[in-house]
């Protein structure tokens, strides 16, 4: 079979809704796509579970220290599920997990922009765990149906527990909007501060790159940045409204008519400065990643019986 | 000092979420050893008890067919083989009860 004749083939699979394995013949482009995309992910899920980490032992009683723990050990999971089938498809490009590793420490993979922003209150933990996970369930839930099917299929699991983080995170914040005025404007200070990250959430509106169209055409990814932020506050804004917090923005509101959601563009200058690693804990939480993955090289040995050849 | 690193293994996970339940395909991970790999499957697909039992095996060692075009399986009739190519029993049995003296 030719080349164009496999391309043909290929896309009329997907066209006809069939998924792709990993041992099925793709275009080059195809693969290199998908796995920037499944890495950033998975390199989200890791690097994600760091803001979280630092609440372990500061939360407030055994039951909510018990839920952060599980929710932490989940995203540390999602990320092993990921880079397995991350795995799968890099290995005629010769790469590894260690490849993923080391891109991820060195600065040259990306991974969310949320998560280069600290989390200074407790407040900030239900907002993560409320709107961060709501937001990365959009954009997951939307991958649920991706042309690559073992992407598709852990991504099941993965929607699954972070709908249960989504009601951890909304139970910590309808607990404090409950509370005393303090804990009440502790809330609303994290929500302030989380607002413009979780708009970023979603990419630039409106971007048609050749890259995100024939993405969007082979089926990888699904949705366009807009949609999904549209789908957010769709879901979340009025949700965030009834229990009287206030996004900080004056703009704010739905259109009657279109019912599209009107809103304030955020400043994606320093969406951009994010992406190029320069949030404001970028450095800090990569260089705790580094830091994580050569302590415990010894660990890996261990484990993959690697012999100390004298 | 040199290293000599020895390759993880692919494993392919299977688990049981009842008893008299098939065992499905959860996904996949790399372990140096069986016993790791139960360790981490057991972490990975079952924090939330989801299954009661677990399987691994080794993917080099599943016999596989080829993956057929899905199309082209279902474009051949087979209404033979299938319980719906058989409704017509209904409308028979009506018939033969017309024709009853």
């Not at chain 1, 995170?169 to 009440?184: K, N, Y």
């Not at chain 1, 609303?188 to 509106?205: I, M, T, Y």
Request: aromatic share 8%.
């Amino acid at each position: 079979m030719t080349d164009q004749a496999r391309l043909e083939a290929f896309e009329a699979k997907i066209a006809g809704g069939e998924k792709i394995e990993s041992d099925d013949w793709m275009p080059e482009l195809y693969r290199k796509q998908a796995l920037r995309l499944i890495l950033t992910h998975a390199n989200s899920e890791l690097m994600g579970a760091l803001p979280e980490r630092e609440w372990i032992p500061r939360a407030p009683g055994m039951h909510r220290k018990l839920a952060v723990l599980a929710k932490v050990q989940d995203e540390i999971g999602h990320a092993q599920l990921i880079y397995r089938v991350a795995e799968d498809l890099a290995r005629p490009l010769g790469l590894t997990r260690d490849d993923f590793m080391q891109d991820l420490i060195s600065g040259k993979a990306k991974f969310h922009n949320v998560f280069s922003y600290p989390a200074p209150t407790w407040a900030d933990v239900g907002v993560i765990a409320w709107l961060v996970d709501g937001a990365a369930l959009v954009t997951q839930g939307a991958l649920l149906r991706t042309s690559y099917g073992p992407y598709g299929r852990i991504l099941r699991r993965i929607c699954a527990e972070e709908a249960i983080h989504l009601k951890h995170g909304e139970d910590i914040v309808l607990t404090l909007a409950a509370g005393t005025a303090d804990q009440r404007q502790m809330l609303q200070d994290a929500l302030s501060r989380w607002w413009e990250p979780l708009l970023h959430f979603f990419g630039p509106p409106d971007e048609v790159s050749p890259n995100t169209e024939q993405m969007v055409r082979w089926g990888i990814r699904l949705k366009s940045n807009e949609e999904m932020r549209q789908e957010f506050l769709q879901n979340y804004a009025p949700k965030i409204l009834e229990i009287g917090l206030l996004p900080p923005d004056p703009g704010l509101r739905k259109d009657p008519v279109s019912g599209v959601w009107q809103y304030t563009q955020p400043n994606w200058d320093v969406f951009w400065k994010v992406v190029r690693g320069d949030g404001p804990k970028t450095k800090e939480r990569l260089e705790l990643r580094r830091m994580a993955y050569e302590d415990q090289l010894w660990v890996r040995q261990a484990v993959r019986g690697t012999h100390h050849v004298a | 000092m040199s290293h000599e690193p020895v390759e993880e293994t692919v494993y392919e996970v299977f688990g049981q979420t009842d008893r008299g339940e098939p065992y499905v395909q959860l996904g996949s991970l790399p372990a140096a050893d069986p016993e790791m790999g139960l360790m981490l499957a057991r972490e990975l697909f079952s924090r939330r008890g989801e299954v009661i039992s677990l399987w691994l095996v080794e993917r080099q060692e599943i016999h596989a067919t080829e993956r057929l075009d899905g199309d082209l399986i279902r474009g051949t009739d087979r209404t033979y083989r299938m319980g719906e190519g058989y409704r017509v029993t209904v409308e028979k049995r009506q018939r033969l009860r017309r024709v009853k003296p």
